[in-house]
């Protein structure tokens, strides 16, 4: 089986609009079963998304969290000062 032309932006949806979203549907509108032009088609589409990138949100939420807990835990194994810690922040541009 062969990709969609433009899979690549739909892998990476969360980084695209709507707009183009529809556009790739449409370039490969005779191998889906359904019409990407139609107002319900578009109106499913714009929710699953809208719902989709709330999670996404969430997750990266608490992937940030996660990381800079993991990344304290980390300086206080190593004991290092606070001048090091900025020293690190700044190597790889942490906040």
Do not use: C, W
Not at 71 to 81: F, I, K, S, T
Request: hydrophobic share 35%.
């Amino acid at each position: 089986m062969t990709a969609l032309q433009g899979s690549t932006i739909l892998r990476a949806y969360d980084s695209h609009g709507l707009e183009d979203l529809l556009a790739v549907m449409r370039r490969n509108r005779a191998r889906l079963s359904r019409d990407p032009d139609s107002r319900a088609f578009r109106e499913e589409l714009q929710r699953e998304l809208s719902k989709s990138l709330d999670r996404l949100g969430d997750l990266r939420g608490t992937l940030d969290a996660d990381e800079t807990e993991a990344e304290r835990q980390v300086y206080e194994l190593y004991e290092l000062p606070n001048s090091h810690r900025a020293m690190v922040d700044a190597e790889f541009d942490r906040h």
